[in-house]
């Protein structure tokens, strides 16, 4: 069975693959025999952590996943809920971290890709699209390289295909120096009935490559070590994957069309691992055998082997179930749109996953073994000595620098901390409006979406405070849900559900893990509480350099409903004389704050509480209020607390521009930085020309909620009142501070100028 | 009245173009196929906006030899209306319809962005229910849209009172900085000599509605309709 | 020091897929070409530098093609000679 030219299954080889000693036990067990090198391959793909999650999976199946609206849970290409008159919501959240590190324009570029065909294959189309990006500080010029590349390769792509990019965060700091954060979540709509499962089904049905030829892009990295394959090393070499959102385009096109047709019975992008997962997927879920002739599938260059074929990455590629019978009518759909088709193998009845080459069988293995065999690991768990001395550190004890006596100047400071300050600079480069649904788009709390045909809308948003996470891993877990799930309710939308992309360090190294579980276990709490169940995502480990682990970052996208488009609220302040209301505790809470990070650059204390009760009745009175029409613009209080909520609720849309008088001098028991920049969970900022109404509504609640201020739309400052003092902040300061920061540091150099500094950085 | 839309590979206005005709202006729409020789019976073209062909030489250079374009050209030569949007301008620049070519913006980055242009002229087929000077609040999503001609080009297209849009300020004031993309005396749109052949950069089609931001394109639709009417 | 001329062309690193060049070579199809097996599209840069002499001068542009013209990680790049400007 080995072919000619193979290499030797030798314990360094096996150790190349990723494969340990007992996993590589367990293979020779479940084969009765020593593996083929294509086998090797195969096992190595398919067992790593990305396509497995073998660490994780233990840990990922105490979170909650069902609702009666949940149509598809995790498991499948994209999480799938319903919204009511037929319709339904396909979204998934994924990252491209380490692809982005290397090649920061391909790396995010393809991330969008990959993300749009894992929903467009549900039999949706994609309607949105948002990114949670982390960056290191932009000081560094090759941070700016970084972030530059990645936001016009998620800008070409996303815009090229014609989606408009409407949401996201992105935030800087130094823990993502060396490894950035790109994930991307792809939100698309479909009618239920239209709904496809990536289940291979029905003995004899014809299994058809679709769309790109395969390349030897990103093929695991183990083969280019192997003399026996090179004859030229450099063509071996694992190269970066590029995209081409042009072809993706007709895929989608061409994808839909083809589900709507009935003349297929299930689809799948080959993404992480190619062919080998995609085909070994699909035929697991369906508990059928498939066999796969790897000379059928048509490639970009000669003499690919089997291995290579199997693992290429290349982008555009999807594997399609057809029926039998229905192949020509397949191929006349994909020619319309200049795609090609080509059968490459058929679903039978004998339990195998079968490739050949040819007649000559190259890679065999028992039932759907290769999929449910992969090992299963429980790490130890131990929390680090360091993280918790640091958390027991009391941040009030954090001296005050001689310029905080303005408290202005710290409000400057903060609002044009990157992390804060507008990212314009950034959304202006993605189409926000193509496809005409875009009621908000970036800027706001979250998106809406308005649901054409009928008289809602969504409300998407991606969160994660990762300064939280790592400073108290399930406190943090469960803020992240309940900022996400506040900020959807802040446009109007009752959170419904959602995906996660879990960015975590070495899985092996127990104070990690120990983050993994907290933070796993916290976002199940929230979920629970909130009613949000988790309908897929994504795991990404191993985000370490030399300098250690990124902040763990359990990245949230929420997806909320807004069931009448008269309900749809804004962030900023619209209507001079309207009553300015906090919703939720003062509480003044200091640790892992913005405030300490920018103005002292120190990350310590207990992160804020998060009690969840409590945020499920801000969130329902919120909503209450909304609904009953009481309330012209909500915004969550977040990054640098009450103080630049109300500054953006200011200048934040430089078209809809307010002063505001606001008096917090009742709270004279809380030191005045923590009234300012405390960032105490459960709290919206509401403005409303019918403030007693909505205070009525909270104390009916039990929610704390006080009258704080009046809005002016045409006075010039910001005018806050604390028990001891008064600050009149001028608009036009705030505002250069928040909307000038970001492009005048990109200003400083030209793209491109760093690609000295990229050597040294390499894929884990 | 019908609007034949176009769709090339690569479009993705077609479908934001097809709802403003049928759900806003309450008519008739039909995508034309761009390996079609056929406009099945079209009054009003539209080349809408997208990446025809990924835009991966120039910017419409590809689109142009579609068998459709022949069928194009023909309709704009018998002096029908055709609106050409975005990557449908850059199309009608590679094609000959309009004078000058759509440039790689100044900044170098795609722009996104609602922007103010102020009508020109509001004695044409497209803008006649407009007012000369009114500022409109459209989206623009490009970055291939500066505008360049020869002086000689430019100095006729206003000679002849053919530049209908120009970049400007809230207040309607002509300046660079309200000039997203670099074009020459800010141009954003043109007609042809004729007065058929639309082409702007701002997307009207995505101007329909004050739900998503502004209702201000819908006249420019309107005003084909009430020129036929009339 | 004298005045050098030198060329670069940058082109798509073999082997990476090239949509550009992949959708010009079916344009080019369409339009009858049938005989073009591929098109590659890539940049052509003329630099003008004063250096000691023509060895000189195209090391130097060496370095810059590796630090700021081209992408090492999806592009390659071939100089031609310097020639006195």
């Not at chain 2, 077609?14 to 039909?30: M, N, P, Q, S, W």
């Not at chain 2, 749109?189 to 052949?197: K, M």
């Amino acid at each position: 069975m080995p072919r000619p030219g193979d290499p030797a299954i030798t314990p360094a080889l096996i150790a190349e693959h990723g494969l340990t000693r007992q996993e590589y036990e367990r293979l020779f067990a479940m084969l009765g025999r020593t593996p083929t090198f294509t086998e090797l391959g195969i096992v190595s793909a398919l067992w790593s952590e990305h396509c497995s999650y073998k660490h994780s999976r233990p840990v990922l199946k105490t979170l909650p996943t069902e609702a009666p609206y949940v149509l598809q849970g995790p498991g499948e290409n994209a999480g799938v809920i319903s919204i009511g008159d037929g319709l339904a919501v396909a979204f998934k959240i994924e990252s491209h971290n380490h692809p982005s590190a290397v090649e920061p324009y391909q790396g995010a570029a393809t991330g969008v890709g990959g993300i749009l065909r894992d929903v467009f294959t549900m039999g949706a189309r994609p309607i949105a699209m948002l990114n949670s990006l982390r960056f290191g500080s932009l000081e560094s010029s090759r941070v700016r390289y970084l972030f530059s590349g990645v936001v016009r390769g998620i800008g070409d792509y996303g815009n090229c295909v014609g989606i408009p990019t409407v949401a996201g965060e992105i935030v800087f700091d130094p823990a993502y120096e060396y490894n950035p954060l790109v994930n991307a979540m792809c939100v698309g709509l479909l009618h239920e009935d239209d709904l496809i499962r990536a289940k291979a089904e029905g003995i004899g049905n014809p299994i058809i490559a679709v769309g790109a030829r395969t390349g030897r892009d990103g093929i695991h990295g183990a083969s280019f070590a192997s003399e026996d394959l090179s004859e030229a090393s450099d063509a071996k070499r694992p190269r970066i994957q590029v995209g081409d959102p042009f072809t993706e385009k007709l895929l989608l096109e061409a994808s839909l069309e083809l589900i709507k047709s009935g003349h297929i019975v299930a689809i799948q992008d080959m993404g992480a691992a190619g062919l080998t997962s995609s085909s070994a997927e699909m035929a697991e879920r369906g508990d059928v055998g498939v066999t796969i002739d790897v000379s059928k599938v048509p490639t970009r260059e000669s003499g690919m082997s089997p291995y290579e074929i199997l693992l290429s990455e290349s982008q555009e590629r999807m594997l399609v179930v057809a029926k039998r019978g229905h192949e020509e009518a397949v191929r006349e759909i994909l020619e319309k749109w200049d795609l090609t088709a080509a059968v490459i193998g058929e679903v039978i009845a004998e339990p195998v996953y079968r490739v050949t080459e040819g007649t000559k069988v190259v890679a065999e293995f028992p039932g759907s073994r290769l999929v449910t065999d992969c090992p299963s690991y429980s790490p130890d768990a131990r929390e680090s000595d360091a993280i918790r001395t640091l958390r027991a550190a009391d941040p009030l004890a954090v001296p005050e620098r001689s310029e905080e006596n303005d408290p202005i100047w710290t409000l400057e400071k903060l609002l044009s901390a990157p992390t804060i300050a507008s990212k314009s600079w950034a959304y202006r480069q993605y189409d926000s409006t193509v496809r005409t649904n875009t009621v908000i788009g970036p800027g706001g709390d979250a998106a809406v979406l308005r649901i054409r045909g009928t008289n809602k809308a969504i409300a998407v948003k991606t969160d994660c405070n990762g300064r939280y996470v790592y400073l108290d891993p399930r406190v943090g877990g469960r803020i992240a849900v309940a900022e996400a799930a506040r900020n959807v309710a802040c446009t109007g939308a009752r959170p419904m559900a959602i995906t996660n992309c879990l960015n975590f360090g070495n899985p092996t190294r127990p104070e990690v893990f120990f983050q993994f579980k907290e933070a796993v276990a916290g976002m199940g709490e929230a979920c629970r509480a909130l009613g949000t169940p988790v309908t897929g995502g994504n795991v990404s480990l191993y985000n370490e350099s030399p300098s250690g682990a990124v902040y763990p970052t359990p990245v949230i996208g929420m997806v909320g409903l807004i069931e009448d488009l008269s309900h749809v609220t804004r962030a900023t302040f619209q209507h001079d004389g309207d009553a300015v209301l906090l919703l939720g505790e003062m509480g003044g809470e200091l640790g892992g704050s913005e405030y300490l990070a920018t103005i002292h650059e120190a990350v310590l204390g207990a992160p804020p509480r998060c009690d969840l009760d409590l945020e499920k009745k801000v969130i329902d009175s919120l909503l209450e209020a909304i609904r009953a029409g009481l309330v012209s613009s909500a915004h969550d209080c977040s990054d640098g607390g009450l103080a630049i909520a109300l500054a953006e609720c200011c200048v934040a849309d430089l078209e809809c521009q307010s002063g505001a008088e606001i008096d917090l001098s009742t709270w004279g028991a809380i030191p005045n930085r923590g009234v300012l920049f405390g960032e105490t969970q459960g709290r919206i900022v509401i403005s409303s020309s019918t403030p007693e109404r909505v205070l009525e509504i909270a104390a009916k609640a039990g929610v704390p909620c006080a009258r704080i201020g009046t809005v002016q739309r045409t006075s010039d400052t910001l005018a806050i009142r604390l028990a001891d003092s008064e600050m009149k902040a001028p608009l036009g300061r705030l505002r250069h501070a928040y909307h000038d920061t970001i492009p005048s540091i990109m200003s400083r150099t030209p793209e491109h100028t760093t690609f000295d500094e990229l050597a040294p950085v390499a894929a884990h | 009245m019908k609007f034949g839309i176009v769709t090339f590979p690569g479009s993705n206005c077609d479908y934001d173009a097809y709802h403003a005709v049928t759900e806003i202006l309450g008519e008739e729409a039909v995508y034309l196929w761009h390996k079609d020789h056929d406009l099945r019976g079209s009054d009003v073209i539209i080349l809408p906006g997208g990446f025809s062909y990924g835009d991966y030489l120039r910017a419409g250079a590809i689109a142009r030899f579609s068998p459709i374009m022949q069928e194009v050209v023909a309709h704009a030569s018998s002096g029908a209306p055709v609106i050409c949007i975005c990557n449908g301008f850059q199309i009608a620049c590679e094609a000959g319809l309009l004078p000058g070519a759509l440039m790689r913006n100044s900044h170098l980055q795609f722009v996104s962005a609602q922007v103010r242009v102020r009508v020109e002229n509001s004695g044409t087929i497209f803008t006649n229910l407009y007012e000369t000077n009114e500022v409109l609040r459209i989206p623009v999503a490009h970055g291939e849209g500066r505008y360049v001609a020869s002086d000689d080009v430019l100095d006729a297209l206003e000679n002849d009172a053919r530049v209908i849009f120009r970049y400007a300020d809230a207040k309607g004031n002509i300046s660079a900085d309200a000039n997203p993309n670099g074009s020459e005396r800010n141009i954003a749109g043109i007609i042809s000599e004729g007065g058929n052949v639309l082409g702007m950069m701002p997307h009207p089609e995505r101007a329909c509605s004050p739900l998503v931001g502004s209702s201000d394109g819908v006249r420019l639709f309107e005003s084909i309709l009430a020129r036929v009417a009339a | 020091m004298s005045k050098f001329r030198i060329a670069v062309h940058i082109t798509p690193r073999k082997g990476l897929l090239d949509p550009q060049g992949k959708a010009v070579t079916d344009a080019l199809h369409t339009l009858g070409f049938s005989e073009v097996k591929n098109v590659h599209v890539g940049r052509y840069i003329i630099i003008e530098t004063d250096a000691y002499d023509a060895i000189a001068a195209e090391e130097a542009v060496t370095e810059m093609c590796e630090k700021l013209l081209a992408n090492p990680v999806t592009e390659d790049f071939e100089i031609e000679s310097a020639v006195p400007a």
